[in-house]
């Protein structure tokens, strides 16, 4: 519902723990799309539709499958909640119970759903933040490395996937049979009897990783809302709701933030 666009309040959700990696370029290009859709057609589009939209077609730009998505989908009026936020699994999470849960309580309860989405870790970074729990370990010789490599660049963020960190491929489960997940989650799949399995499955297949994503993503992206589909397409900018009219000094703030993250 693109809440995590609205960024001129003090309740954004950029501004929270397990968001503080998003690129603010990437905000500006969903902006920016949104600003030459309405300027050739109107406002018919969202700025939800525009980001699942370009979510699936830059998964696609970097080797991975197309899949549907659903469009229609209308913007929210306000952030989400910081409890809702939070309430999803953290990297820390050594459960595959915990998140097997909660990822079925989001319409997502085959097992295969949950293995094949943290397959998305193929590509992005992290800061040393999200991992510490796993490299302050030191229980193998990758955690130790990320221990060190922390230890001396703090604010360098980390690939998740240490092989191929720039495509959308298969090389994530690889790293797992080579203990060199990232996160505790991420480790948690191949020591899990249920799920390693389907790490070595997807390991051994880039096919069979990218049929079971591209269903996966498709449950995702049609997951109700709790409200239904509440709000509006947003017409001044992506960054803030109709009733907060334009403000130039906040998009301008949002595009240099954009640049300097570019630079």
Known sequence: DASILLNNTAARETALGPNLT?????MQLIESIRARAHAVCGPVVSCADITLLATRDIIVISGGPWF???????DSLAPAAQAKVFDLPAPNTASVATLVESFGTRGLGDVADLVALSGA???GRS???SFEDRSQRADDTFSRKLAANCSKHPERLQNLDV???????????????FNQGVFTSDMALVKNKT???????F???????FGQFARSMEKLARVPKPAGNVGEIRRFSCFR?????TDAAVDAAVEEEGFAASA
């Open 22 to 26: 998003i690129q603010p370029r990437a």
């Open 68 to 74: 549907n998505v659903p469009q229609g989908n209308l």
């Open 121 to 123: 870790h193929t590509i």
């Open 127 to 129: 800061q040393c933040g």
């Open 163 to 177: 092989i191929t960190p720039d495509l959308f491929d298969n090389a994530y489960y690889k790293a797992l049979g």
């Open 195 to 201: 799920t390693a399995p389907i790490v070595k499955r």
């Open 203 to 209: 390991a051994e297949s880039k096919e069979a990783f």
């Open 241 to 245: 709701t109709n009733a907060q009219g």
